[in-house]
């Protein structure tokens, strides 16, 4: 199914850079891989960043070095 957007629907094309808001949850880790290993496939060429954005109107806590480690080895 995302190899079908990316290819069948043009959502990402030549030369994207795309930014991955990274919260730490599974979603936006799954959605950060997906796209790093999409990434190395010759077309389209894209480059993928990932942030994370700390809250301070919410209750919240992440491990920033292991999203950090985790982001730089992908």
């Known amino acids: 199914m995302f ?5 069948e629907y043009g959502l990402i094309e030549d030369e994207d850079k795309i930014l991955v808001g ?18 190395r496939i ?9 942030v994370h954005v700390i809250m301070k109107n919410i209750p919240y806590q ?3 070095e292991y999203l950090k480690s985790y982001a730089d080895s992908l």
């Open 3 to 7: 190899n079908k957007g990316v290819v």
């Open 22 to 39: 990274l919260s730490g949850g599974k979603d936006s880790l799954a959605l950060l891989e997906l796209l790093a290993l999409r990434s």
């Open 42 to 50: 010759l077309k389209p060429h894209f480059s993928v960043i990932a």
């Open 62 to 64: 992440s491990d920033l």
